[in-house]
């Protein structure tokens, strides 16, 4: 049976509903951080954006790549097992967190030795690995259960939870520690919601998991699991180069600007998620050619919402950084224009496809690619032209690397390189993105308005300018607007939609 089509399985639905969910979490963390940057002094505000930073590396280790793992072996288990399965998979991520939290206060005790005042922010943060690490499968199960609105919900829910931990106590008056326990008290909320949700579905009667089942989710997840703290440790390494190279100010006003605009790449990894159990029963039948014609269809389809978004951002850059953490930021505008340029090749979640296809080790060897070349790169220029440096050897690490998983994407479905990707329609659309940018870059320097009224007024135009463009190139037809508004409209499945 051949694949769906992106557009007839219901994926925009599926995963307008996901970046929904996942747009509301990452927009309420963004608000939590404006609020902090904006109330704290730049030391404390730099301090707590170092513990942040390090229970996530932390955290991603601690993974091991467990939660996705239930994708890939929900499609090969008995129903009656998935339940058992779940209860493995969180049993050791609660093991793992007891490993979390013995190397959270390590990393506490080595920087308060190095001068910085952090070890009683993370005292308390040591209980959080063990309430939040084993509800990490079931958003995961949700989805690979076609309960993709339940799994948007829970994503509303607990970010609600994990923002008010994060900002109540600081609009309070509360002392910076107090912080440490909202996150606590976040993670204990979380852990009694996905108890409830599992029994839910999955109640108590459950049958035993087939032998060796405990044997292939390692084999499947350590080199996954590994990746995964790979990407993470490289997501993090130039905020750490910074610090230690430049004052705790600097790396309070890089941590602003070094982050990568969340909508962009949820939309790729929300399309990618919902898809999984497609891309994983046609390899399993060996269906390759409809596993890649699947891919690269949805590729075409998030290239209309991304790409313009990525230029979008960076004609905005500044009038978005001013407006919300003020003008004593402002040295954050270069770096956050250099991560954007990152998401210019978030059109898709290239792992996805190496899960699929039982490539996780490729994964891994992708990960240390990356972070190699940025290491190698990171301290130079750094230490040549200040933070933007750390930005700069992070944009050319991925730029470098993308090659690099698409020659292996290329071999693991047996193809050549210029059928691994629609690099003539991402390159139209890229063209367009760009063009549609002249009007609101060329207003933006013949007018003087404030950052809040610059940037409504260059978004409207420039997405007037997009819409007219693209059509007069012909890269936007019915069926990607069809994608796009599906997608931001959170349609449900009509009867008769296959």
């Known amino acids: 049976m ?29 608000l939590a951080i404006v609020v902090l940057a904006r109330i704290l002094a730049k030391a404390d505000f730099g301090a707590l954006s170092f513990v942040l930073l390090t229970y996530i590396a932390v955290s991603g280790l601690a993974q091991i790549g467990l939660p996705e793992s239930v994708y890939f072996f929900f499609e090969k288990l008995p129903r009656g097992s998935r339940g058992r399965f779940v209860l493995l998979v ?34 308390p943060l040591t209980l959080l690995p063990l309430l939040e690490l084993p509800t990490f499968p079931v958003t995961h199960v949700l989805i690979a259960t076609d309960r993709a609105r339940e799994a948007a919900w829970l994503n509303i829910m607990f970010s609600s939870a994990l923002v008010a931990g994060l900002a109540a106590p600081v609009l309070l008056g509360q002392p910076l520690v107090t912080v440490s326990w909202g996150l606590v008290a976040y993670g204990a909320f979380r852990l009694a919601v996905c108890t409830a949700v599992f029994l839910r579905h999955f109640g108590r009667a459950m049958e035993a998991l087939p032998a060796g089942t405990m044997r292939s989710v390692f084999d499947y997840s350590l080199p996954l699991g ?73 590729i075409e389809k998030v290239s209309v919402i991304v790409l313009p978004l990525v230029v979008l951002f960076l004609v905005i850059a500044r009038d978005l950084i001013v407006l919300l953490f003020t003008e004593k930021y402002l040295n954050a505008v270069l770096p956050f224009q250099i991560y954007t340029l990152i998401l210019l090749q978030r059109v898709t979640a290239y792992d996805a496809v190496l899960k699929a296809i039982d490539r996780t080790r490729v994964v891994t060897l992708w990960a240390l690619f990356t972070i190699a070349v940025n290491l190698v790169l990171c301290v130079p220029l750094v230490l040549w032209i200040g933070m933007a440096g750390a930005a700069l050897s992070t944009l050319i690490a991925n730029a470098v690397t993308w090659v690099y998983v698409l020659v292996k994407i290329g071999h693991g479905l ?85």
């Open 2 to 30: 051949p694949a769906r089509s992106v557009r007839s399985s219901g994926v925009a639905a599926k995963a307008g509903v996901i970046v929904f969910s996942k747009a509301f979490a990452h927009l309420s963390r963004i």
């Open 90 to 123: 969180a049993r050791l991520l609660f093991l793992l967190g007891l490993g979390s939290s013995v190397v959270l206060i390590g990393i506490a005790l080595v920087a308060d030795r190095r001068g910085h005042d952090v070890l009683h922010l993370f005292v």
């Open 226 to 298: 590994f990746a995964q703290f790979v990407w993470k440790l490289n997501q993090v390494v130039d905020k750490y180069v910074v610090m230690y190279f430049l004052p705790m100010a600097a790396f309070a006003e890089y941590s602003v600007g070094s982050w990568e605009i969340p909508l962009v790449p949820m939309v790729a990894n929300a399309v990618a998620a919902v898809m999984m159990p497609q891309f994983v029963s046609a390899y399993l039948d060996g269906r390759r050619k409809d596993l890649l014609s699947a891919w690269t269809e949805a």
């Open 414 to 498: 047996d193809v050549k390189l210029k059928e691994v990707f629609p690099y003539r329609f991402y390159g139209r659309v890229l063209a367009a993105a760009l063009l549609a940018a002249a009007a609101p870059v060329f207003l933006g320097v013949v007018t003087d308005f404030s950052a809040g009224a610059a940037l409504a007024w260059k978004t409207v135009v420039y997405a007037a300018a997009f819409a007219f463009v693209s059509a007069r190139m012909g890269v936007c037809g019915r069926e990607e607007w069809d994608f796009v508004l599906g997608a931001v409209r959170l349609r449900r499945k009509r009867p008769g939609d296959e």
